[in-house]
């Protein structure tokens, strides 16, 4: 068999669940092993980010954000629905948490 396989992500769905900042990301896919719903897979070339394959499956724990060795190569990008804004009760200052 000398054809390839290659995975290609789902298309584009509103949900984009973790974003990766290629410029940091190492390509070490410890996020892939720690994911709990396995929306990830390694990407073929080394170095780079995971190719994130399942995006509706994501359940927004932030397991692979807590597991990344380098602080800010990945980030949680939740849904505008669940996004919890707050005021403070002394300046009255919006806030995004």
């Not at 995971?50 to 397991?63: A, D, F, K, L, S």
Request: glycine share 8%; net charge negative.
């Amino acid at each position: 068999m000398s054809e390839k396989a290659y995975a290609m992500p789902n298309p584009p769905t509103p949900g984009r669940p973790v974003i990766f900042n290629a410029d940091l990301c190492t390509g070490c896919n410890r996020c892939v092993e720690v994911c709990m719903t396995d929306i990830f897979i390694p990407n073929p070339e080394k170095g780079k980010p995971p190719i994130i394959i399942y995006p509706e499956e994501c359940w927004y724990g932030g397991v692979c954000v807590d597991h990344c060795p380098v602080e800010g190569a990945i980030t949680m990008n939740h849904p505008l629905m669940q996004r919890a804004h707050f005021k403070r009760k002394d300046t009255g200052e919006h806030f995004w948490v």
